[in-house]
């Protein structure tokens, strides 16, 4: 990523994967739309955030994570440079992730994923890898600033320049 660019990046999950923990993490000052929900509150709309890194600005975007947001997910994603698929390393593979998977890689989006929770009771990383066995993946937690940051980091200097003319 050149010095002084602007990049969109849009993270995406199933619920309760810990978008909006990564977020927070990323930046303490991120704006949140949620709703009270059984078992807390949900993102509804979006989360968003920045995160500079010398003369770079990195923008993120977190999407709400029931199916039933495809909508909003599709705007959100529109534009972006890169994404990244969260996923907590102590549920299942469903067809949900999958879905999400299958899209940015059937749109040549940029992508990485990030396992959550890696070192929770009932994880299981290595499932996950196997899964995905040519996905590039890091093992994060959505609550290690410094862990997030570096991978966050990592990915964006992956990303190809001036994807989207930023």
């Known amino acids: 990523m050149p010095d002084n660019k602007k990049c969109k990046i849009v993270i995406f999950g199933a619920f309760g994967a810990g978008k909006t ?34 003369e770079n600005h990195i923008h993120i975007f977190g999407t709400p994570g029931q199916e039933r947001f495809e909508f ?6 529109r534009g972006m440079d890169g994404a990244i698929l969260l996923v907590d390393a102590t549920c299942p593979i469903d067809d949900f ?24 009771v009932g994880a299981r990383p290595e499932l996950i890898q196997k899964e995905f066995n040519t996905a590039v993946i890091a093992k994060v937690s959505a609550l290690d ?22």
Do not use: M, W
């Open 97 to 120: 992730i999958h879905h999400i998977y299958d899209s940015l890689s059937a749109a040549g989006i940029p992508f990485v994923i990030f396992l959550n929770r890696c070192d929770s």
């Open 145 to 166: 600033r410094n862990q997030s940051l570096d991978a966050l980091c990592a990915f964006v200097q992956t990303l190809p320049p001036h994807r989207n003319g930023h």
């Open 21 to 54: 923990t990564l977020i927070k993490t990323l930046d303490p000052g991120s704006s949140h739309v949620e709703a009270n929900c059984a078992g807390g509150t949900t993102t509804v709309a979006l989360d968003y955030g920045r995160v500079q890194v010398n």
């Open 72 to 77: 909003a997910r599709e705007i959100i994603g």
